[in-house]
């Protein structure tokens, strides 16, 4: 699948201030799921100097810097994309390792601690749900990962949810809706609990195709025998396949965060709007 992806991001802070460095994660990841294949990035105002890095976690992150001030911050990317997996269980299971919690090897436990630790806020309930869906189910990772899709396909909905922040593991049973992200973390919560390595997803789904209206989505990834790392959108209750763009992961949701920066100025806030086009075709030949 070609996706061609059209985002605008515009900040208005209501008076003039001076913005520190930013960063952007807006490019588009390239992997053994996607590749990208064309990418441009124009930041108003002129930024005094910009430049692509990849950070600590392998994310492509466009990283500008400012002189003088300004009263707003807008960037606009475009970027085409051709997702490579319509099969997200291409993968020859490792059999031994297929136990919770999962053994890693040396190169997964070296960059996967991160993803095992206990998510930020109250979530009790939550653990004692996995602790119920492990002893249900066969204890393979693979197969708890869908286990809870199915249990949150069946007992939570999902919301748009506009403030910011996200809700605690445990306010999103007590309430049985959520948004995106916040039904991200919880499933990030579950699996870490049981022994999963598990990371927060920020990017772009294909949506309802007879609407224009696109929005970024947050889903998980999962580190599992023999896949690697693999998505799982807790939203949509699917394995994630060819309809997923992945921006960034990480194993905290700030670090995922598609825009990230201060800036100084007194009496200033800042006001978000964003825009969202995105096209699907087929590759050709």
Not at 148 to 165: D, Y
């Amino acid at each position: 699948m070609i996706c061609r992806i059209l985002h605008r991001t515009r900040y208005e802070y209501g008076c003039r201030v001076f913005l520190e460095p930013h960063q952007v994660r807006l490019v588009p990841r390239g992997d053994a799921s996607q590749r990208l294949l064309a990418f441009k990035a124009v930041v108003t105002p002129e930024p005094a100097g910009r430049t692509l890095v990849t950070d600590a976690l392998g994310n492509t992150v466009l990283v500008v810097w400012f002189a003088g001030t300004t009263d707003y911050f807008a960037v606009t990317t475009e970027a085409v994309v051709e997702t490579l997996r319509d099969n997200p269980f291409d993968y020859l299971v490792e059999t031994p390792r297929a136990v919770l919690p999962m053994p890693l090897l040396r190169a997964e436990a070296a960059v996967a601690g991160a993803c095992l630790e206990p998510v930020a806020g109250e979530q009790r309930r939550t653990l004692a749900l996995a602790e119920s869906l492990c002893q249900g189910a066969n204890t393979a990772p693979q197969d708890f990962a869908l286990t809870l899709l199915s249990w949150i396909s069946a007992n939570l909905r999902t919301s748009v949810r506009h403030e910011p922040g996200i809700l605690d593991p445990d306010a999103v049973l007590a309430a049985g809706e959520a948004s995106c992200r916040d039904l991200a973390v919880f499933y990030l919560a579950a699996c870490r609990h049981v022994g999963i390595p598990a990371r927060f997803v920020s990017g772009y789904q294909e949506g309802d195709p007879d609407s224009d209206e696109r929005d970024l989505h947050a889903w998980a990834e999962l580190c599992l025998p023999g896949g690697g790392w693999r998505g799982f959108d807790p939203s949509l209750g699917l394995a994630v396949a060819d309809r997923h763009i992945v921006l960034a992961a990480s194993p905290h949701p700030d670090d995922a965060a598609p825009v990230s920066g201060s800036f100084r100025g007194d009496g200033a806030t800042a006001r978000l709007t964003h825009d969202i086009r995105l096209e699907v075709s087929q590759p050709n030949g």
